[in-house]
């Protein structure tokens, strides 16, 4: 059984920073690709940053410059530092990857979201 477990949301004023983290724990041998998405009230869900293997990474045009999508492979763990932060930030942040497990096969899982909340 595999578990990503995020972290690191709350409430923050404009122009601050917070750092998410998704945390993949179980019989994990590795994470291959990671996507930070997030959903505002009312809207779909969006992607907002990608991280490939390799350490690639690309993002949605509004987070550009003020986001950055990270990984440490010895911990299973995928980041997500947020700076310069806006209310149209504000948002359950969900991350998902494809997690290579004990038994060779590889699959996708989601976390649970993290909230945060920019105060203008």
């Known amino acids: 059984q595999v578990q990503l477990v995020e972290s690191g949301g709350g409430l923050v004023q404009a122009g601050g920073s917070l750092r998410l983290s998704c945390a993949a724990s179980?019989?994990?041998?590795?994470?291959?690709?990671a996507t930070w998405y997030r959903q505002a009230p009312g809207k779909p869900r969006g992607l907002v940053a990608t991280i490939t293997s390799g350490g690639s990474t690309n993002y949605v045009d509004s987070v550009k410059g003020r986001f950055t999508i990270s990984r440490d492979n010895a911990k299973n763990t995928v980041y997500l530092q947020m700076n310069s932060l806006k209310p149209d930030d504000t948002a359950v942040y969900y991350c998902a990857a494809a997690v290579a497990v004990v038994a060779g096969t590889l699959k996708t899982y989601w976390g649970q979201g993290t909230q945060v909340t920019v105060s203008s």
């Open positions: 179980g019989s994990v041998k590795s994470i291959n690709a």
